[in-house]
């Protein structure tokens, strides 16, 4: 009877260590989807946007635009920080713009950096678009 319970918590504790792992993956997946809907909605906020609009948004008279903007919250207590970058394409053309779009998050709670930045996450949009039009 002793070793069918010690078998047995043997194989429940297994068990648990498996649902734990598979839990932290779940939460892991969907902070990450979470910062691609996040990265999505800004990109389209700022395709939205007329040039002299983004300037006015940002506080610039010209190109390029890089700026932090205002952080997201998600589910969980999760932070998403954003940041946008618009530059000029003069190699290919005086009349596009390349739009990109980076949102930032950590795992666990950590601290930014921490342990060498391996809690830390990025997701980056880029578009091209044309100067005449609504970004």
Do not use: C
């Amino acid at each position: 009877m002793l070793i069918t319970m010690v078998v047995t918590v043997i194989g429940l504790t297994g068990l648990l260590s498996l649902h734990v792992v598979t839990a932290k993956g779940n939460a892991t997946t969907s902070r990450s989807g979470e910062g691609v809907a996040v990265a999505e909605a800004t990109l389209e906020e700022i395709r939205s946007l007329s040039l002299a609009a983004l300037f006015a948004e940002f506080g610039v008279a010209t190109l390029p635009i890089d700026a932090n903007m205002n952080t997201v919250a998600g589910r969980a207590g999760t932070t998403f920080t954003r940041r946008v970058q618009v530059t000029e394409m003069t190699a290919a053309s005086t009349n596009l713009v390349k739009i990109r779009v980076e949102v930032g998050w950590t795992d666990a709670g950590a601290a930014p950096g921490s342990e060498g930045g391996m809690y830390d996450h990025v997701v980056s949009f880029e578009l091209i678009r044309t100067v005449s039009e609504a970004l």
